[in-house]
């Protein structure tokens, strides 16, 4: 159970757009900036860096869901671990490829690319972070330095997320805990205490 239920999506009318934009691209508003809205400054600020890490730049909005599952998974993140899910097969992420992230490092289905971002995503998400200078090298193969920002600025982005929603025991939405009810199960998914 949730400690600070989530407010009415209609409480602060300048957010309406936001709002009406998560609605319409995921079928729902997050229980998670509805609980932020309590300070509308932090919700706001919220919503514009999600928008400019996740779907804005060069790194494809299908590898950034992607790299998100592994740093929600990699914390133990239920709730990012069901959103990613569903975003990653909104943003044209196969079955296939969200069934299997947690292999990445073996599975033919990710491209070497895929697998250097990957790797960093799972080792800048475990405590002690163990990202390390080799990973960057990897990376610096395959993606250009503003692609290494966008890289690292989005398992950063669900470093505050796994934090916020665990912490605050966000409930789970119905629609993200079916998606990953289907595309997670092979790593034992559950909806944990959300």
């Known amino acids: 159970m949730a400690h600070l239920d989530p407010l009415p999506h209609d409480l602060n009318s300048d957010l309406k757009d936001k709002f009406d934009h998560y609605k319409n691209t995921r079928g729902f508003i997050p229980n998670s900036i509805l609980t932020m809205q309590r300070r509308p400054e932090i919700a706001r600020a919220f919503m514009g860096l999600n928008q400019a890490i996740l779907y804005e730049g060069t790194v ?10 592994i740093a929600s998974q990699a914390a133990g993140c239920r709730y990012c671990q069901a959103h990613m899910a569903n975003l990653a097969s909104i943003y044209q992420a196969s ?4 069934m299997a992230v947690w ?8 491209s070497d690319a895929e697998k250097a971002a990957l790797t960093l995503a799972y080792h800048a998400s475990v405590l002690p972070n163990e990202a390390s200078e080799k990973d960057f090298e990897i990376l610096a193969l395959y993606f250009s330095d503003s692609e290494v920002v966008e890289i690292v600025a989005s398992v950063a982005l669900f470093g505050y997320l796994n934090r916020w929603n665990d912490t605050m ?3 789970l939405e119905a629609l993200p805990k079916e998606k990953a009810s289907h595309l997670l199960n ?9």
């Open 169 to 171: 025991a966000t409930d």
């Open 60 to 69: 494809s909005e299908e590898l950034k869901m992607l790299i998100s599952l």
């Open 186 to 194: 092979q790593v034992g998914w559950t909806a944990g205490k959300h």
């Open 103 to 110: 292999e990445w490092e073996t599975s033919a289905l990710f």
């Open 95 to 98: 079955k296939e490829k969200i």
